[in-house]
């Protein structure tokens, strides 16, 4: 595997990570896709980056028992998960030194857009380990791979937008080593770093986004956003029964669906695949 040209990019979002059987399958996709050099850019499990964002918010007497439900929510799915107790207890530990410093960035007060973007920024670093030795678990060589190492941003705190030519470097000196090897890696989406190093976040939604950058930046053959719908619809499925699956859809006209409130797709993610021209596949996981 001496090149990394043709890979797949393959994002999963919060529901897609929530739950053992969510997970299990994407072990079996990844799995199916392992020929065709899968990456892997995965969300916080759902509903975790709007409670890191609460602790901003609580008072301080407060601030342990909201990280206890936090934890709560991981632990119950990584007993599910993973059957080898030494396993479970080793990602178990993981998740308590995330969530440690959590609690220590929480208690500096009166956080900045620069904090925030830390705080929340451990949903995708956990989830990101959780999904990564659930492969290995299941006999797939998986790494983690925290996206500050790989993305980097302007200073844009929360909105942050990536700088092409460094972060293309870095995803072939860091991503190409471990592709090679024949390791899928899981990137955390949602994150990236300034140039000094500073932690920022893309946006809410920004996994989408943060797939079609290392799309971009690998030169890869398909970018996969794996969600709870089949693909694009003419209106919202979940409230209009008359929706109709669009089968295939140019990239201009998703990103003005996009930019115009259709929710499936981030209304920056195409931006970058867009000027490589890689196609974008909106697919089921739970389908």
């Not at 342990?64 to 030494?86: C, Q």
């Not at 089949?230 to 669009?246: E, H, R």
């Not at 859809?249 to 930019?259: F, G, L, Q, V």
Request: hydrophobic letters at 40%; a neutral charge; glycine letters at 6%.
């Amino acid at each position: 595997m001496n090149n990394i040209e043709g890979s797949i990019v393959a994002k999963f979002g919060g529901t897609s990570v929530a739950t053992k059987d969510t997970i299990l399958t994407i072990v079996e996709i990844v799995r199916r896709s392992l020929t065709r050099r899968p990456v892997l850019v995965v969300s916080a499990l759902s509903g975790i980056t709007d409670a890191l964002l609460a602790l901003s918010r609580v008072q301080k007497r407060l601030i342990k028992r909201n990280i206890r439900v936090i934890s709560e929510i991981h632990r119950t799915l990584i007993n599910d998960l993973f059957s080898d107790r030494e396993i479970g207890a080793e990602v178990i530990n993981y998740v308590d030194e995330q969530l440690r410093k959590v609690e220590d960035v929480v208690r500096r007060g009166n956080l900045t857009p620069s904090d925030m973007d830390e705080l929340v920024s451990f949903g995708e670093i956990i989830s990101s380990y959780i999904i990564a030795q659930a492969l290995q678990a299941n006999g797939i060589n998986a790494e983690q791979v925290i996206a500050s190492r790989v993305i980097v941003t302007d200073d844009n705190f929360m909105q942050a937008e990536f700088l092409p030519e460094e972060t293309e470097r870095n995803a072939r000196s860091i991503l190409r080593p471990i592709l090679q090897r024949g390791i899928v890696p899981i990137i955390t989406g949602f994150i990236g770093s300034t140039k000094d190093g500073q932690t920022t976040t893309l946006g809410r939604g920004g996994s989408d986004y943060s797939a079609s950058i290392i799309g971009y930046c690998l030169g890869a053959k398909e970018v996969q956003i794996w969600t709870d719908v089949n693909g694009i619809y003419t209106a919202d499925p979940k409230t209009v029964l008359s929706a109709q699956l669009i089968p295939e859809i140019s990239y201009r006209e998703a990103s003005e669906m996009a930019t115009f409130g259709a929710r499936v797709l981030h209304p920056r993610t195409i931006k970058p695949a867009i000027q490589k021209n890689i196609p974008v596949r909106i697919l089921n996981t739970f389908n």
